[in-house]
């Protein structure tokens, strides 16, 4: 998108959202009633969802849109000295912590942290948590990332995206950009310049995961690059799954 495209975004958002992407739905100030909308956010683990696009998360949440994370696992491999048990118990309760300070909904998929499988019984699965939450968005992982567990979240999202009855729109959030998430290309962009802070404190109740490593590994640096290539203080930015699907529902954020 060209520079004097995004400044003509910039001045006709919306409903106090200085971004550029929306659904319809968000403009209600301009466009008749309000239209609560459902947001989904499929992350491989605990932490991934509020790194990746809790600024975005918390700003539908903001509006009164209806917005659940479902991580597909529960971060079981990721406390050193920790048993499987152990750490899917610690880093529920702050996943759970996390999603009250973004007032969003957590939920759990089932799979095991370093552990996890793309086949038929898996994709009917996804598919069945996606039909429950009738997602008019959902987002997920790039699929071209470092960490199989993100890849795992991503593929299951696109085979349910395909096979899905119902229509909704699909978007790829980046982490650690260049360490994890590769060859990432962003069609949209979000302002997260006023949640900014919020999203920070939802990734540091991720205590035993050291919150500040998370930042260290990119997110700072991403959230300031993306807000220069936005003409913002800080966005998060994403991929717009195309092809299927008719219409965008994030034209105006």
Known sequence: MKHSSRRKFLQSSMGGLSVLLMPAGLQASASGPFKKMKIVCVGGHPDDPESGCGGTLAKFAELGHDVTTIYLTRGEAGIPGKSHEQAAGIRTKEAVAACQILNVKPAFAGQVDG??????????????????????????????DSHKDHQAASLLTIQTWMRSPERFELYFFEVCAGEQTMGFRPTDFVDITDVQQQKRKAVFCHVSQDPGSIYSCGHASMEDFRGREMGVKAAEAFVHMVGRKKGNLMSGL
């Open 115 to 144: 552990d996890t499988v793309v086949n038929n019984e898996w994709v009917m699965k996804i598919q069945q948590l996606l039909a429950n939450e009738k997602p008019d968005i959902v987002f997920t992982h790039w699929p071209i």
